[in-house]
Structures are given as structure tokens and as C-alpha cells.
């Protein structure tokens, strides 16, 4: 039996990280991932594939409904989505197969199975043929990331009724996609279909979409993507029942007055969230324990009941984010190695990848309102941005959140052009406890989006903006 300082199960974005970290730190290192390639759900069937996708989808939709405007003139584009996905599975394999190269320039053993524990120190590999090894560690860490949730009464055939993993595989596009859930996925999905040419219609049981987020941005996603691509909204509906008729499938829901409403597609894209992945990984015969809601049990620190057994990313508490999952990983890496390292949970931001793309870190102004914090708001509108007015992007905003005494910045919402890359500019800011008016001071390229981040810092310090 092959002895290691650490083995890790599952080899997504957070199990990955880990591995090269604890190889960097001089740790002998086992990476055990059940499928035949490396990543996770985020590379394979997950952030990375979607976003493919959705850049494919936005090249279209722009050359059907911008170029023109813009002064290129294309006759009758046509949607191959046979090349979309071929060109998506392609920037799939790229990505794993850079993975593979890091666990062999780091020295990382990779067993391929389904990995559990036989006990707290020997973990067991069943493999596709058939056959079992086991592998000895003197310490682990459980990666096993999240699977689609779904309704007790839905059954996901992946054929009419599907979750995003088949979304990304469709042969066809949809006449008519249902979505039930307006969360991430459901509508950076929804977003890929509507551009390509369908009817798309949301049906989300909460007064808002996104409700994670801030509920101004929520409010504004949903008039742009209503007002760009056509999407219908169907707010405060409750799911009832879904059925797949051969063609056709039926949703059936109970709207907020108690009445019922019946919609009817050819594809129900299922995306209520994730649950956490712990399904035969003998965790019992670890002694690992999980809380109420089927995760990992641990403490602040990462580790579980069972000494020298951690676990991270979506399979613990906290939001489903491979960017989360990573600095995770490296965190229980230095721990191990008796370093000291921290991480800020208040400062992982948020993204939707629809467009105008959502972006958010810190606290919302719903939950500063709840803890009862006294607070400025600043905001500026990118109908006012040069330099999104040269691109014609001007939908959204970004609203600045700073203490009322200390103006120190305490939320950040974006919802506009390229807002994924530039809420690091807050997160940043607020890693360092910067004031709305340090921003403020701060030089900021002309014309860029960023200027706006800017304006609403200048809007929170003192209403003086200087472009509205």
C-alpha cells in the first residue's frame, strides 16, 4: 500500500489547488477524481464549458442585432450549435488537459476512481474495470464538490427535462426553454438560448432573481434581460408539477394569488442549486460527521471531527464558488505545513455571467439595513460611461456602499460591461478597509469602464459625482 502525507478526493477547482499547494509545500501528494478527466464539474460541466457557450451565444447575438449599427454588414448569420458545442468541448479538453500538466510538473500521483474510507487513514480506489486499490495518507482533504439539485417530484430524464449538464449538450435549439429557478445557472443558460433564437420563460418561487445579490441588481437583470432578449418572468410561482409529454413537456405552477398557471415547452432546464456530493465516500467509516443541511461538518479551520481529515468548497458550508473552493484549498495546504493563513468569507465576490454581467462583494444593502448599520449609498449609471457608450453597453449600474462615520467601503454592486473583472478593483479596496473617497482620489484611466466604479465612490463620499 502506497504511503502519503496527503491524499485528496475529488479533483475540482478546489481539490486541484490543494494538491499543487501541498506539493509546493513539500507534502508527498495523491489526487484521487472519479471521472476519467480532471477538473470537477467547473471545467467539465460547469464555469467553464457555460462561459464558452455564452461568449459564442453574445458573438451571435451581436452579429444578428449590433454589427449592423456598427458599420459590418453580415447577411442571414446562421447558429451551427453543432460547431458552438464542438468548439466549447474543445476549450474543455484545453483546460484539463493543462490540469494534467500541473500534476505532473508538481510531482502529484493521480489514481482514477471513486475514492472512499475504508478508515480514518486508508482510503480505497474503486476503478471502472473493476478493480480496487488502496492508498495510505497521513492526512486528507474531502473535494468532492456538489451535484444539480432538483424537486422531489421532478424526475430529470436529461432528454425534455434537464439539468445544466445536458443544457450544454443540446443537439437542437429549444422552440421554448423553461427555466425553474432565476438563479445563476438558470439564467446565464437561459441567456445562451435566448440569444441563439428561443422563447424563454423563468419561473422562480422568490420575489426576485438572484436573491443572493443585492436586490437592486436583481431588479435591473431582470428589466435588461425582459427588454434584450425577450425573456418572460414569472415571479412569486411556485412549481407544482412537471411532465414530459414526448415533445412537449408541461409545467404547472401555483402563482402568489393561489392560482394555477400552466406552461408548455420543449425543454424544462432544472436549476433550483446544487447539493453538496457525499454520496458513498464511507465517510462513516471515517467518522466524519455532516450538519442538518448533508455537508461536511467543519469548524472554522476547516477541519472536521476527525483529526487530520479536512474538507472544502462546496461539499462545506458557505456559497458553491470554484473561486471559493481554491482559496480554500490553499488555506487547509498552509495550515498542514503550520503556516497561518486567513480567509476573508465577506470578500469573495459574486458573478453572473449574463450580459450586461453581475458582479458584487461585501454586504448588501439589505443586510446592512438588518444589522442595523448606518450607511451611504453612492451610484452611477453607465448610460453615463464614455467609454460604454463608445461599445454600446449602457445598460446598469454600480452602487457604492460605505459606513456613514468612517466611510469605509462595505458593499460594492455592479451590473454592466466586463463587471466580473473589474469588482477586483473593490475587492481590493476593501481587502485593505479603503474609504469611498480613497477610490475617489485615485487617477482612473479615460474612457473605462472602471471610471464608473469612480463616479459612484465620488456619488457615496459626498453626492459629487462628476458625469451625472
Not at 435549439?173 to 438558470?186: E, F, R, S, T
Not at 428589466?223 to 414569472?234: D, I, M
Not at 462546496?314 to 498542514?336: I, N, P, T
Request: aromatic share 6%; charged share 25%.
Amino acid at each position: 500500500m502506497e504511503k502519503f502525507d496527503v491524499a485528496i478526493i475529488g479533483s475540482g477547482p478546489g481539490g486541484y489547488v490543494a494538491a499543487i499547494r501541498c506539493a509546493q509545500l513539500g507534502m508527498k501528494t495523491a489526487l484521487i477524481e472519479k471521472y476519467n478527466t480532471l477538473g470537477g464539474t467547473c471545467l467539465n460541466v460547469g464555469c467553464i464549458p457555460s462561459k464558452a457557450m455564452l461568449d459564442s451565444s453574445e458573438h451571435y447575438y451581436n452579429a444578428v442585432h449590433h454589427f449592423e449599427e456598427h458599420g459590418i454588414e453580415v447577411k442571414n448569420p446562421k447558429v451551427n450549435l453543432k460547431q458552438m458545442v464542438e468548439r466549447k468541448r474543445g476549450v474543455v479538453k484545453m483546460t484539463c488537459d493543462g490540469i494534467n500538466f500541473l500534476m505532473k510538473k508538481n510531482k502529484i500521483t493521480v489514481y482514477t476512481g471513486h475514492g472512499s474510507y475504508v478508515s480514518k487513514n486508508v482510503i480505497e480506489i474503486a476503478k471502472a474495470d473493476g478493480s480496487k486499490e488502496q492508498i495510505e495518507a497521513a492526512k486528507s482533504i474531502i473535494a468532492t464538490g456538489s451535484k444539480p439539485s432538483s424537486l422531489p417530484f421532478i424526475k430529470i430524464d436529461k432528454e425534455r427535462i434537464i439539468t445544466s449538464t445536458e443544457a450544454l449538450e443540446l443537439k437542437e435549439v429549444p422552440k421554448h426553454l423553461i427555466v425553474i429557478g432565476g438563479g445563476v445557472i438558470g439564467l446565464e443558460l437561459g441567456s445562451v438560448y435566448a440569444r441563439l433564437g428561443s422563447k424563454v420563460s423563468v419561473v422562480e418561487f422568490m420575489d426576485r432573481l438572484i436573491p443572493g445579490m443585492d436586490a437592486a441588481l436583481g431588479k435591473e437583470l431582470q428589466r435588461v434581460l425582459k427588454k434584450n432578449l425577450g425573456f418572460e418572468f414569472y415571479m412569486k410561482h411556485k412549481v407544482t408539477g412537471v411532465e414530459n409529454k414526448g415533445k412537449e413537456v408541461t409545467v404547472s405552477a401555483d402563482n402568489d394569488k393561489g392560482e394555477k398557471v400552466e406552461l408548455k415547452g420543449d425543454y424544462v432546464l432544472v436549476s433550483v442549486g446544487r447539493r453538496p456530493y457525499t454520496d458513498n465516500l464511507g465517510l462513516d467509516k471515517a467518522g466524519v460527521k455532516l450538519d442538518d443541511r448533508g455537508r461536511v461538518n467543519v469548524d472554522d479551520h476547516l477541519k472536521t471531527n476527525v483529526e487530520g481529515i479536512y474538507a472544502i468548497g462546496d461539499v462545506v458550508r458557505g456559497a458553491m464558488l470554484a473561486h471559493k473552493a481554491e482559496e480554500e484549498g490553499v488555506y487547509v495546504a498552509e495550515q498542514m505545513a503550520g503556516q497561518k493563513p486567513h480567509m476573508n468569507y465577506n470578500l469573495i465576490p459574486g458573478v453572473v455571467y449574463t450580459w450586461p454581467e453581475v458582479a458584487a462583494v461585501g454586504y448588501t444593502e439589505e443586510q446592512l439595513k438588518e444589522q442595523g448599520k448606518k450607511y451611504k449609498v453612492g451610484s452611477f449609471p453607465f448610460k453615463a460611461s464614455g467609454r460604454a457608450r463608445a461599445s454600446m453597453d449602457t445598460d446598469g449600474f454600480i452602487k457604492v456602499l460605505s459606513d456613514e462615520a468612517t466611510d469605509e467601503i462595505l458593499g460594492v454592486h455592479m451590473i454592466g460591461p466586463r463587471t466580473a473583472d473589474m469588482i477586483m478593483e473593490a475587492v481590493v479596496a476593501m481587502e485593505y478597509r479603503a474609504s469611498a473617497e480613497d477610490i475617489a482620489r485615485i487617477c482612473h484611466a479615460h474612457p473605462t469602464f472602471t471610471e464608473s466604479f469612480k463616479e459612484a465612490c465620488l456619488d457615496a463620499t459626498a453626492k459629487r459625482a462628476l458625469h451625472i
